[in-house]
T-cell receptor, first 111, second 114 residues
Framework: RKEVEQDPGPFNVPEGATVAFNCTYS??????FFWYRQDCRKEPKLLMS???SGNEDGRFTAQLNRASQYISLLIRDSKLSDSATYLCVVKNPGGYQKVTFGIGTKLQVIP | EAGVTQFPSHSVIEKGQTVTLRCDPI?????LYWYRRVMGKEIKFLLH????????ESGMPNNRFLAERTGGTYSTLKVQPAELEDSGVYFC????????????FGSGTRLTVV
């Protein structure tokens, strides 16, 4: 089983739609969680951290479910510019600072 | 503030040759990371520097890969001799603290070994 699992998609959604991605992680002791966005042939960029209580940033909402070991990203009112690959990133416990990436979920927002 | 800079952006080399990738982290960031994405796979951790010291190199594939960060500023990643399976995008990232707020990535070096 992979440490971080994501549905690679693609998710094709019309403009204005609401779309949600899930990501599951295998290590119950994982500490920190992030969503990164990666545009085609570009570097990953931090979209948002995921906090235990859930957090929102404009049209984006991230949630963490420790009991079921998954995090989610909800995008409301999708824009064409939201088209990208969304990477789930998990930091495991221990003294080292490396993180583990999911394969990414590709989102295509269509007019 | 300048971001993380990587050079070159692209490199095409023949199997058996040597390539050196360079990363300049954000000024003042003690933590520097190398990651790699092979086509169709996840981004994978290679190693982590804290200043000039290798904190964790558990992700380095084999001894053909050598990373250095002399002086604790920029870092180089040398692949010698390169093999076909080394092709991929090599990302460098840096963070000020322990990465609790995420990393800043460079734009990557796309390495193609032919």
């Amino acid at each position: 089983r992979k440490e971080v699992e994501q549905d690679p998609g693609p998710f094709n959604v019309p403009e204005g739609a609401t779309v949600a991605f899930n990501c599951t992680y295998s290590n119950s002791a994982s500490q920190s969680f992030f969503w990164y966005r990666q545009d085609c042939r570009k570097e990953p960029k931090l979209l948002m951290s995921v906090y235990s209580s859930g957090n929102e940033d404009g049209r984006f909402t991230a949630q963490l479910n420790r009991a079921s070991q998954y995090i989610s990203l909800l995008i409301r009112d999708s824009k064409l510019s939201d088209s990208a690959t969304y990477l789930c990133v998990v930091k495991n416990p221990g003294g080292y600072q490396k993180v583990t990436f999911g394969i990414g979920t590709k989102l295509q927002v269509i007019p | 503030e300048a971001g993380v800079t990587q050079f070159p952006s692209h490199s095409v080399i023949e199997k058996g040759q040597t390539v050196t990738l360079r990363c300049d982290p954000i000024s003042g960031h003690d933590n520097l990371y190398w990651y790699r994405r092979v086509m169709g796979k996840e981004i994978k951790f290679l190693l982590h520097f804290v200043k000039e010291s290798k904190q964790d190199e558990s992700g380095m594939p084999n001894n053909r890969f050598l990373a250095e960060r002399t002086g604790g500023t920029y870092s180089t990643l040398k692949v010698q001799p390169a093999e076909l399976e080394d092709s991929g995008v090599y990302f460098c990232a840096s963070s000020l603290g322990q990465g609790g707020s995420g990393y800043t990535f460079g734009s990557g070096t796309r390495l193609t070994v032919v």
